[in-house]
């Protein structure tokens, strides 16, 4: 069994680490790291992790998508050195480079410059489909995630969850905008968004569009605000769960450690309560801010994390003030 990782924008990563981030001057870097890249392979990496760790029978990572050119043959190294499976199809644009500035002295600070990519070709998506048709049925989950590349329409992520739903498959979003709003008209099992991308697309409250989404057959929606409480619409009940504190090194990837805990919990432990699948995808957050680079800190003691998760049954007045009052 596997969870398909849609996987549209690869990217090869470059991480630079400066004591302080300067524009318009030399800097010397204290660290560098190329690795690949892209939300997609984040959430992969994690879950990769947890599979050799914390959850031994969480499905293994399968990701779906584009490579090209030199970069791409460079992501493909890149990719075996962490033994992160894929099926990938050619393009004949390169793959993108995406740039992470970090700060020693203020992680908050990280500056990330992502590349637009390369176009896709109509023939080159319907390579891709068919990749995806092959691997779709009988897998334990999908995961829509990233941004769309040029030459793909809006709903494209719209077309997969569909297709999972069809072979019933479980299927989890977390993208924005109006591939976001698309995408959630098809019924993804969960919605995974961050504050910021839910004031965008919503109205003046920001509970409605979520209720909505819920009105509509999604099961879950989860909403992260950084080191602030995410606020999860579970079956279980709407919960707010208050991360752990760790030492920041860079938040980068954050997001996607939180994806990958949350559906690699689901589909190893699919009869445990919600709770138990929030903490652990607040702890892969956490873990992933205490490394410098996309993915859980090597000495991550995710146990531990767990346990420093508040988790507080809340309205959803909570969600539209932040600091009203836990129930």
């Known amino acids: 069994m ?10 090869i990563e470059r991480l630079l680490l400066v004591e302080q981030h300067r524009p318009g001057e030399v800097h010397r870097l204290q660290d560098d790291r190329t690795l690949a890249g892209g939300k997609g392979v984040n959430v992969a990496r994690v879950l990769s992790q947890l599979r050799a760790g ?16 030199a970069t791409g043959m460079l992501c493909r190294a890149l990719l075996a050195q962490e033994n992160l499976g894929g099926q990938w199809v050619d393009t004949a644009g390169a793959t993108r480079i995406c740039e992470v500035i970090i700060e020693r002295q203020n992680a908050d600070n990280a500056t990330v410059y992502n590349a637009r990519g390369p176009a896709i070709a ?10 995806l048709g092959q691997i779709l049925p009988g897998a334990s989950a999908l995961v829509c995630t990233g941004s769309l590349p040029a030459g793909m329409a809006v709903g494209e992520y719209g077309d997969w969850i ?5 072979q019933g498959v479980p299927s989890l979003l977390d993208t924005h905008g109006e591939a976001l709003l698309q995408a959630a008209q098809h019924r993804p ?3 995974k968004i961050n504050r910021d991308e839910l004031q965008q697309v919503s109205g003046t ?13 999604v099961r879950s929606v989860i909403i992260t605000n950084g080191r602030r409480p995410t606020v999860a619409f579970t079956p279980d009940g709407l919960f707010a769960i208050t991360p752990p504190r760790v030492a920041t090194r860079s938040a ?10 949350l559906i690699a919990s689901l589909c190893a432990h699919p009869q445990a309560p919600w709770t138990d699948h929030l903490r652990l995808a607040a702890a892969c957050g956490a873990a992933n801010a205490a490394s410098l680079t996309a993915g859980l800190a090597p000495d991550s003691a995710l146990d531990v994390l767990q346990q420093q998760c508040a988790v507080h049954a809340v309205s959803t007045a909570y969600l539209n003030d932040p600091h009203s009052p836990i129930e």
């Open 2 to 11: 596997t969870i398909v990782i849609a996987s549209l924008n690869t990217a």
């Open 162 to 166: 569909a297709l999972a739903r069809q």
């Open 189 to 191: 099992d969960i919605i």
């Open 252 to 261: 980068v990837g954050s997001g996607d450690a939180h994806c990958a805990g």
């Open 54 to 69: 914390e959850l031994p029978s969480c499905p293994a990572p399968q990701l779906v998508g584009f490579l090209g050119g």
């Open 205 to 217: 409250s920001l509970a409605a569009l979520p209720q909505q989404w819920l009105a509509q057959g």
């Open 122 to 131: 109509p023939e080159e998506r319907t390579r891709l489909h068919q990749a």
